[in-house]
C-alpha cells in the first residue's frame, strides 16, 4: 500500500507557463500577468507585468531586466520591436485635417473625445463620448465608412510607428515610438508629409505595454544589451562584448545547456500555436516573441490562463 511516486519526484513539466499572482503582489489588486518558459535542462526565464504595466524579464530568477533589453538582445531594433507587437495604422494629410482608416474589429469600446467624421461625406459618424460597440462599428462599416477624419488632438498620445528622417541632412525629425503631441504634428506638417505612419494602439484593445517598456530601456542596441545581461548573469566581472554575445548565446540557444525535452517542445508548440519540429529543443527567436505576445494578449484581455496544478502540467521524475 506503499504510494510509488513521491510528491518530491514530481516536477514542473517543461514548456511554457502562463499565470497571474490573482491580485496579491500590489495593493490596489490589479492582476499583474506573468509567463515562465521551463526547460528540462537550462536555466529559466521568466516574464513578468509590473503595477505600472512595464513587461520584465529574469533569466535564473536574477534581477529584473526591461523586455525590450532582451529583444535588442536577440537582434531587433526598435522599429523591429514596435513592428513585432503593433499594427501599424496611415495617417493621410489632407487639407481638411488627418484621415485616418475606420477599422470596426478595432473600435470596439472606444469612446471618441470629440466627434469622428466620416472623411468622405463629412457628416458626424460617430458623436464624442459615445460608447462604440461591436454592433454599431460592423453598421457603420456596412454603410460604408471607410475613412474617419481624426482632429489633431486626437491624435495626442498615438505613437510614430517609425522613425521620420531628412534622408538628405540625416536629420531625425521623430523617432519610432514617439509620442505624437502639438510640437512634433506641427514639425511633421511643416515637412509637408502626406503620410505618418502611427502604432495601432488605442488603450483599450492594445495596450501601449511593449512601446512603453521601449521607453524606460535605458539600452538602444544589441551591444548594449548584450552586455547589460551579462552584467547580471555575471556580476563583478568586467564585461566584453565578445564574451557577452557568447553568454547570451550558450544561456538559451546551445544545445550542451539548454534541453526543453521533446516533451517541452511539444507542449509549447501547442501552446503558442508554433510548428518548430521536436528535435528542436533549445529555444528560438520566434518562441521568445510568441511567449511575449501571448503575454501581452493575456494583459489586452485576450486569452486564458494555465492552471499550475494541473497534474497535466506535471511530470515524474524517476531517481
Known sequence: GTERVIV???????????????????????LLFAARIIPYRGSWLDFEFDAKDIVYVRIDRRRKLPVTTLLYALGLDDEEILATFYDRVVLKSTKDGW?????????????????????????????????????LAKKLADEGLKELLVSEEDLHGRYLAQDIVNLE?????GEAGEELDAKLLATLKDL???????????????????????????????????????????????????AAATLFR??????ERYDLSAVGRVKMNMRLDLDAP???????????????????????????IDDIDHLGNRRVRSV
Open 278 to 304: 521536436d528535435t528542436m529543443r533549445t529555444l528560438r527567436k520566434e518562441d521568445i516573441l510568441a511567449v511575449i505576445q501571448t503575454l501581452v494578449d493575456l494583459r489586452d484581455g485576450k486569452g486564458e
Open 99 to 135: 484621415r485616418m482608416p475606420f477599422r470596426p474589429d478595432r473600435m470596439r469600446g472606444i469612446k471618441p473625445t470629440s466627434d469622428l467624421i466620416d472623411a468622405k461625406t463629412g457628416k458626424v459618424a460617430i458623436e464624442a463620448g459615445r460608447k462604440v460597440t461591436a454592433r
Open 169 to 173: 541632412t540625416g536629420e531625425i525629425y
Open 8 to 30: 518530491s519526484q514530481m516536477h514542473r513539466s517543461p514548456g511554457v507557463f502562463f499565470d497571474h499572482d490573482r491580485g496579491k503582489t500590489h495593493s490596489s489588486g490589479k
Open 192 to 242: 509637408g508629409l502626406k503620410e505618418i505612419p502611427i502604432l495601432d494602439i488605442d488603450h483599450v484593445n492594445v495596450g501601449a505595454f511593449i512601446r512603453n517598456t521601449l521607453h524606460v530601456d535605458k539600452n538602444s542596441n544589441t551591444e548594449e544589451a548584450l552586455l547589460d545581461i551579462y552584467r547580471v548573469m555575471r556580476p563583478g566581472e568586467p564585461p566584453t562584448p565578445e
Open 250 to 255: 550558450g544561456i538559451f540557444f546551445d544545445s
